[in-house]
């Protein structure tokens, strides 16, 4: 069985990745809610009853009676009458009785495991119940096939709670902006600048320039560790923490080696894991790390003048530096806000889950866990996993309830319209800004055919709006802060 909430599809997004990260069980499986009508055969009245244990768990129970399933497994019988190959029969002359003394307990055992799929979806639906997880079957033995008398058969379901989320105006959550001073737009320029600049191979090593090597996992003895990351590797020596270690590096010729704590000898900004090739956890436990460097290459910063003007902006947007320094400051601006805004939302998803609090049934969920995936686990596994299953089945109930009560939903127009915004941007870069509409939606279609493309844009647009009604419903406590400022309250809060 599987069932998938109306609302579920809409609502993931990347931006509450580190609640999700250690989370082995998939949203569309946990969330059951309310099912899809037309995935749903109509049944027949039957006999069903619903008992409540508690606010979070009920047991339904579905009386079955012959007069439910005969008349389909006769119609079944007699088709595999009408078509069975035995010898020592005619097609479609073998005798029933030996056609339902065959095939006939295995046929019912089918038909009533059909009926009851359809029934307790349909029960759900009709009496509007928010299911966790799917129906658990509570196991039968001894089912007497051939009786006459209605057998019962009992289902464990799991509910969600009721929670309120604390959204209005009373709620102060903290809004940071960066200050754009001259110094930011003297850095961006001079990084513009670089990243359009020439790659030259110097003879001698400065501040900015950029290792090139291979880095190699050691013991605390310096020796090589088995199994241990062997990759190339860069960096530029001012990224580098200390004089001493950058005095080191500048020192090296090809075919050096240093070693390096990449925990301690690295500045704050700098991607370390991204560099390594490791996790941050990885990262805490290892000794250190031997350095051999290949090369050394510095960039020669492009002039500012029309040629980068242009290859930066487009041909004549900008013709002065003045105005390339202005355009620039705006560009930042923008890319400031949407990095501000995310770090809002992960402000508001973390006040969130510290300030919701609901009970889940817990019992339910273990014993569904255990056989909910494509190989069953064991007690003990499930305990491991359940810390971070319970929390992000947390946030994904919360994340639900925000999207459903204020209609967040991402519509099939809004990802159309995203993905021809995606396109003409992709192909502008290219050289290629003047698709016609037509060319564009056709592209557009064939993008959002991956469903990995389309769940990447559906978040981002889930995103936007989320933020924007955050910011409408929320008492926002604006704090100004500079970029430096800004990306240690970034790291701090990973």
């Keep these: 069985m599987s069932t998938i909430s109306l609302h579920i599809v809409d609502i993931l997004k990347v931006i509450m990745v580190r609640y999700f990260a250690s989370y082995f069980l998939p949203l569309r499986t946990f969330l059951g809610g309310k099912i899809i009508e037309n995935q749903i055969?109509?049944?027949?009245?039957?006999?069903?009853?619903?008992?409540?244990?508690?606010?979070?768990?009920?047991?339904?129970?579905?009386?079955?009676?012959?007069?439910?399933?005969?008349?389909?497994?006769?119609?079944?019988?007699?088709?595999?009458?009408?078509?069975?190959?035995?010898?020592?029969?005619?097609?479609?002359?073998?005798?029933?009785?030996?056609?339902?003394?065959?095939?006939?307990?295995?046929?019912?055992?089918?038909?009533?495991?059909?009926?009851?799929?359809?029934?307790?979806?349909?029960?759900?639906?009709?009496?509007?119940?928010?299911?966790?997880?799917?129906?658990?079957?509570?196991?039968?033995?001894?089912?007497?096939?051939?009786?006459?008398?209605?057998?019962?058969?009992?289902?464990?379901?799991?509910?969600?709670?009721?929670?309120?989320?604390?959204?209005?105006?009373?709620?102060?959550?903290?809004?940071?902006?960066?200050?754009?001073?001259?110094?930011?737009?003297d850095n961006e320029v001079e990084g513009v600048a670089r990243r359009y600049g020439k790659m030259s191979e110097p003879e001698s090593t400065e501040l900015e320039d950029i290792l090139y090597g291979i880095l190699e996992q050691v013991d605390a003895d310096g020796n090589t560790v088995e199994g241990g990351f062997n990759k190339e590797a860069r960096f530029a020596v001012k990224e580098l923490k200390t004089k001493k270690?950058?005095?080191?590096?500048?020192?090296?010729a090809k075919g050096d080696v240093i070693d390096i704590n990449p925990s301690k000898d690295f500045v704050a900004d700098f991607n370390v894991t991204g560099a390594l090739g490791v996790s941050a956890d990885d990262l805490k436990n290892m000794e250190g790390v031997k350095f051999t460097l290949s090369n050394v290459y510095r960039i020669e910063p492009a002039e500012l003048n029309q040629e980068l003007f242009d290859k930066v902006f487009g041909e004549g947007v900008v013709t002065s530096?003045?105005?390339?320094?202005?355009?620039?400051?705006?560009?930042?601006?923008?890319?400031?806000?949407?990095?501000?805004?995310?770090?809002?939302?992960?402000?508001?998803?973390?006040?969130?889950?510290?300030?919701?609090?609901?009970?889940?049934?817990?019992?339910?969920?273990?014993?569904?866990m255990r056989t909910a995936g494509e190989t069953p686990i064991t007690e003990e596994e499930v305990e491991a996993q359940w810390d971070n299953t319970a929390k992000g089945l947390k946030?994904?109930?919360?994340?639900?309830?925000?999207?459903?009560?204020?209609?967040?939903?991402?519509?099939?127009?809004?990802?159309?319209?995203?993905?021809?915004?995606?396109?003409?941007?992709?192909?502008?870069?290219?050289?290629?800004?003047?698709?016609?509409?037509?060319?564009?939606?056709?592209?557009?279609?064939?993008?959002?055919?991956?469903?990995?493309q389309a769940q990447g844009m559906s978040d981002r647009i889930l995103n936007d709006k989320m933020i924007a009604f955050f910011k409408e419903n929320l008492k926002l406590d604006e704090k100004a802060v500079s970029y430096d400022e800004f990306v240690k309250l970034v790291n701090e809060q990973k």
Excluded: C
């Design 245 to 252: 270690k950058q005095g080191e590096a500048m020192k090296m």
């Design 41 to 185: 055969a109509k049944r027949n009245k039957m006999n069903i009853s619903k008992r409540q244990i508690d606010d979070l768990n009920v047991v339904v129970t579905i009386q079955v009676t012959p007069e439910d399933y005969a008349d389909k497994v006769k119609e079944i019988l007699e088709d595999y009458r009408r078509n069975a190959k035995i010898p020592g029969f005619r097609p479609g002359k073998v005798p029933a009785g030996m056609v339902k003394r065959q095939y006939g307990k295995a046929v019912t055992i089918d038909e009533v495991n059909k009926l009851l799929q359809n029934s307790i979806f349909e029960y759900i639906q009709e009496e509007k119940l928010d299911i966790l997880g799917n129906p658990l079957p509570v196991q039968k033995e001894d089912i007497d096939w051939d009786s006459t008398e209605p057998i019962d058969f009992e289902f464990e379901l799991g509910l969600t709670p009721s929670f309120e989320l604390p959204i209005n105006k009373k709620t102060k959550v903290a809004y940071h902006t960066i200050k754009l001073d001259s110094k930011a737009i």
């Design 395 to 452: 946030w994904q109930l919360i994340e639900n309830k925000l999207v459903k009560d204020n209609h967040l939903h991402v519509h099939k127009e809004e990802l159309e319209d995203y993905a021809a915004g995606y396109v003409r941007q992709q192909m502008a870069q290219f050289g290629q800004a003047n698709l016609d509409d037509e060319q564009v939606k056709n592209i557009a279609q064939s993008v959002i055919q991956d469903q990995e």
């Design 321 to 368: 530096e003045e105005e390339f320094r202005a355009k620039l400051e705006e560009e930042m601006g923008k890319a400031y806000g949407q990095e501000t805004d995310n770090f809002f939302l992960n402000t508001v998803s973390d006040m969130l889950m510290d300030k919701v609090e609901f009970d889940l049934p817990v019992a339910f969920l273990k014993k569904w």
